[in-house]
Protein backbone atom coordinates (compact mmCIF):
# COMPACT_ATOMS: atom_id res chain seq x y z
CA UNK A 1 0.00 0.00 0.00
CA UNK A 2 1.60 3.12 -1.21
CA UNK A 3 0.25 6.43 0.59
CA UNK A 4 0.36 9.55 -1.54
CA UNK A 5 1.73 12.45 0.52
CA UNK A 6 0.68 15.92 -1.03
CA UNK A 7 2.76 18.88 -0.88
CA UNK A 8 2.11 21.55 2.38
CA UNK A 9 1.02 24.43 1.28
CA UNK A 10 3.03 27.26 2.57
CA UNK A 11 1.22 29.47 5.49
CA UNK A 12 0.61 33.43 4.18
CA UNK A 13 -0.98 36.78 5.50
CA UNK A 14 -3.84 37.51 3.73
CA UNK A 15 -3.84 41.61 3.60
CA UNK A 16 -6.82 42.22 2.62
CA UNK A 17 -9.11 40.98 5.06
CA UNK A 18 -6.66 42.91 7.41
CA UNK A 19 -7.30 46.38 5.62
CA UNK A 20 -11.24 45.35 6.10
CA UNK A 21 -10.96 44.87 9.87
CA UNK A 22 -8.87 47.84 10.25
CA UNK A 23 -11.36 50.14 8.07
CA UNK A 24 -13.68 48.18 10.11
CA UNK A 25 -12.52 49.47 13.31
CA UNK A 26 -11.95 53.30 12.06
CA UNK A 27 -15.22 54.03 11.07
CA UNK A 28 -16.42 52.44 14.75
CA UNK A 29 -14.14 54.98 16.73
CA UNK A 30 -15.36 57.88 13.98
CA UNK A 31 -19.64 56.87 14.68
CA UNK A 32 -18.58 56.50 18.73
CA UNK A 33 -16.73 59.91 19.01
CA UNK A 34 -19.43 61.21 16.90
CA UNK A 35 -21.94 60.13 19.24
CA UNK A 36 -20.48 61.51 22.31
CA UNK A 37 -21.84 64.50 24.35
CA UNK A 38 -20.49 67.67 23.24
CA UNK A 39 -18.42 69.37 25.84
CA UNK A 40 -20.53 71.99 27.84
CA UNK A 41 -19.14 74.98 29.03
CA UNK A 42 -19.15 77.94 31.30
CA UNK A 43 -21.14 80.73 30.51
CA UNK A 44 -18.46 84.14 31.04
CA UNK A 45 -19.60 87.37 30.76
CA UNK A 46 -16.55 89.24 29.33
CA UNK A 47 -16.11 93.04 30.17
CA UNK A 48 -16.67 95.60 27.42
CA UNK A 49 -14.46 98.45 26.63
CA UNK A 50 -15.36 101.57 27.72
CA UNK A 51 -14.26 104.39 24.60
CA UNK A 52 -12.43 107.21 27.01
CA UNK A 53 -15.05 110.38 27.74
CA UNK A 54 -14.60 113.44 25.38
CA UNK A 55 -12.97 111.55 22.75
CA UNK A 56 -9.43 112.38 24.10
CA UNK A 57 -6.38 110.37 23.37
CA UNK A 58 -4.74 108.00 25.58
CA UNK A 59 -1.66 109.71 26.65
CA UNK A 60 1.54 108.81 25.49
CA UNK A 61 4.26 107.33 28.07
CA UNK A 62 6.97 109.30 28.93
CA UNK A 63 10.39 107.65 27.16
CA UNK A 64 13.60 107.46 28.69
CA UNK A 65 16.40 105.83 26.47
CA UNK A 66 19.79 105.29 27.34
CA UNK A 67 22.16 105.38 25.01
CA UNK A 68 25.84 103.42 24.34
CA UNK A 69 27.65 105.68 26.38
CA UNK A 70 25.18 106.08 29.30
CA UNK A 71 23.81 108.82 28.15
CA UNK A 72 20.24 109.87 29.18
CA UNK A 73 17.03 111.02 26.86
CA UNK A 74 14.03 112.55 28.66
CA UNK A 75 11.52 112.92 25.46
CA UNK A 76 14.64 113.11 23.12
CA UNK A 77 15.82 115.83 25.05
CA UNK A 78 19.31 114.64 26.30
CA UNK A 79 19.67 115.41 29.85
CA UNK A 80 22.39 114.23 32.63
CA UNK A 81 21.95 111.07 35.00
CA UNK A 82 22.12 113.30 37.68
CA UNK A 83 19.28 115.51 36.69
CA UNK A 84 17.17 112.24 36.17
CA UNK A 85 15.56 111.58 39.48
CA UNK A 86 14.05 114.74 39.84
CA UNK A 87 12.61 114.65 36.55
CA UNK A 88 10.90 111.68 37.27
CA UNK A 89 9.37 113.32 40.72
CA UNK A 90 8.30 116.07 39.15
CA UNK A 91 6.27 114.09 36.28
CA UNK A 92 5.05 111.86 39.47
CA UNK A 93 3.42 115.32 40.79
CA UNK A 94 2.16 116.87 37.10
CA UNK A 95 0.67 114.05 35.88
CA UNK A 96 -2.27 111.99 37.18
CA UNK A 97 -1.19 108.47 36.11
CA UNK A 98 2.68 108.73 35.30
CA UNK A 99 3.70 106.24 32.96
CA UNK A 100 7.27 105.78 31.75
CA UNK A 101 9.04 103.53 28.64
CA UNK A 102 12.37 102.69 29.02
CA UNK A 103 14.13 102.28 25.78
CA UNK A 104 17.94 101.37 24.11
CA UNK A 105 19.79 102.21 21.49
CA UNK A 106 21.23 99.32 19.69
CA UNK A 107 24.63 99.00 21.79
CA UNK A 108 22.93 100.22 25.15
CA UNK A 109 24.65 98.98 28.29
CA UNK A 110 22.16 96.79 30.55
CA UNK A 111 23.75 98.62 33.83
CA UNK A 112 22.54 102.02 32.65
CA UNK A 113 19.45 100.75 31.99
CA UNK A 114 19.25 99.40 35.52
CA UNK A 115 20.25 102.37 36.82
CA UNK A 116 17.05 103.63 35.22
CA UNK A 117 14.66 101.52 36.29
CA UNK A 118 15.90 102.32 39.63
CA UNK A 119 15.57 105.79 39.83
CA UNK A 120 12.14 105.09 38.68
CA UNK A 121 11.34 102.17 41.46
CA UNK A 122 12.28 104.83 44.11
CA UNK A 123 10.08 107.04 42.65
CA UNK A 124 7.44 105.28 42.98
CA UNK A 125 5.83 104.93 39.47
CA UNK A 126 4.26 101.70 38.94
CA UNK A 127 3.31 101.82 35.42
CA UNK A 128 6.51 101.12 33.33
CA UNK A 129 7.50 99.05 30.35
CA UNK A 130 10.96 98.11 28.88
CA UNK A 131 10.79 98.84 24.78
CA UNK A 132 12.26 95.46 23.73
CA UNK A 133 12.85 96.89 19.97
CA UNK A 134 15.97 99.20 19.43
CA UNK A 135 15.93 102.81 18.27
CA UNK A 136 18.54 105.21 17.26
CA UNK A 137 20.15 107.35 19.36
CA UNK A 138 17.83 110.40 20.88
CA UNK A 139 14.40 108.98 18.79
Same mark, same amino acid.
Do not use: C
Given at each position: ?28 ? +? ?10 ? #?? +? ?22 ? *? ?13 ? *????? #? ?12 ? +? ?21 ? #????? +? *? ?8
Amino acid at each position: MQLKLRPMKKARIEIIPMIDIIFFLLATF +VLFTLSLNRIQS #IP +VDLPTGVPPSGGAKPEEPTTIQVS *EQGAVYWNRELIDFS *ELPSR #IAHYKTQTEDPKIL +VAGDEKARFGATVEVLDEIRKAG #IQKFS +V *ETRTRPTGK
